[in-house]
């Protein structure tokens, strides 16, 4: 949905001092603080508060760093020390955010400027089809673990073997995430940002305005194209 405002007045927040909780949302120091699902406001801190509620109830907060817009769920208003920022107008329309169809995604990169992400909400891929799951992630180390124990328990019956799946689908269903990052440090990734989206094509997009230079690890090799050959 969009609303309209004619050239009227809104404020910002800053972030002068990143608290743990902001630091888990990538956060960093001079982001400064828009729009609260898509809502520009006054720039007040009280007026955040309310937004968010005392229930803590997820919205999605529009940041902008350098320039460059990006956004992210929170639940809490306390993500570091805040100051006022400045002012901005805002003639036309801007767009209203529905956090609850929304995910926060972690995106990391590579040193050849390749990034790839995740979905930070529990996988249920993973509770249903760990295998699968495990291969699509490409945790490759994970997933010889599976098999392995699989194998280990298939002798003792298959009540056993049952028992197993269920214990490795509850354990992966719930340390999936970890075990992406872990992985993805282990082979020289670093996170760069968490962004919030509502699809892996509407998050290709929001990593393009944050981070231009990046390109997809796994995007598709375009073809050189067709070779002229002389006889």
């Known amino acids: 949905m969009e609303d309209t405002q004619e050239n009227a007045e809104f404020g910002t927040l800053v ?4 608290w743990p909780k902001g630091r888990s949302l990538g956060l960093r120091e001079g982001d400064a603080l828009e729009s609260v699902n898509g809502v520009p406001f006054d720039g007040q801190v009280a007026t955040l508060l309310q937004r968010i509620g005392t229930q803590g109830r997820t919205v999605a907060l529009t ?3 350098k320039g460059r817009r990006f956004v992210v769920l929170a639940d809490s208003a306390a993500l570091g020390k805040w100051k006022a920022g400045p002012e901005f107008k805002i003639s036309g329309e801007y767009q209203r955010l529905y956090p609850e169809v929304m995910d926060n995604w972690e ?3 590579d040193a050849e400027g390749r990034y790839e992400f995740q979905r930070l909400s529990r996988p249920i891929f993973a509770l249903i089809m760990p295998p699968l799951w495990l291969a699509a992630m490409r945790l490759w180390g994970s ?6 124990l699989m194998i280990i328990a298939m002798p003792a019956g298959t009540l056993v073997s049952i028992l197993v ?5 509850l354990y992966f269903w719930q340390a999936g995430t970890g075990l992406f990052r872990m992985d993805r440090l282990a082979n020289g990734s670093v996170p760069i940002a968490i962004l919030a989206a509502t699809s892996e094509e509407s998050l290709h997009v929001a990593i393009k305005i944050l981070e231009p230079e990046l390109e997809y690890k ?4 375009q073809s050189a194209g067709p070779v002229d050959r002389k006889v």
């Open 63 to 65: 940041f902008q760093r």
């Open 15 to 18: 972030l002068v001092a990143v």
């Open 107 to 109: 995106v990391f990169s």
């Open 143 to 148: 997933l010889g673990v599976w098999f392995a």
């Open 218 to 221: 796994y995007a598709p090799r």
């Open 165 to 169: 799946a269920i214990m490795l689908s």
